[in-house]
């Protein structure tokens, strides 16, 4: 009996949890190229939860939209950081309400007792920095998956 492969897998939203800072690589690795207005950043500091609705580009449909000369798509994604005690932030101006911002990575810096700081670096050298007590990040796609406006994959995947 032969393995499953990714192909046999079914067309379904992600919804993908990380406890831990392995399996936020695999997160990072799904939300990398996703863009998102300025306006979609929420942060509620009483719920400890910090949220983000992306517009990701679908990286692990890739190679069967290559294979089967189909278009790429993308898909809304909640982001949600939970257990955040603090949000600073670098060259993002939440004023600028047609800011449109480009995730680049999301890393995680540990502290001393599984706390630490996760952080989204943006293109264009801006950052968001969550203080956390613990790692627990969820990805949730929220909506069905729609042609990338481009009609290209972005430049650099992981």
Known sequence: MADATFDDGREAPLNLGALGAK???IIASLAQ???FPVTEISWRPAERRF???LNRFRWEDKDAAEQ???PYERVQSVLVVDQVLSVASQGVDRKERDLILS???LSFEP???GDGHIVLTLAGDGAIRLAVEAVEVTLRD???PYQAPSGQAPLHET
């Open 23 to 25: 399996d936020l690589e």
């Open 33 to 35: 190229d996703a863009v």
């Open 142 to 144: 929220v909506t069905r």
């Open 111 to 113: 502290g001393s007792d």
């Open 68 to 70: 089967r000369g189909r």
């Open 51 to 53: 949220a983000l609705l």
């Open 103 to 105: 995730l680049l990575s």
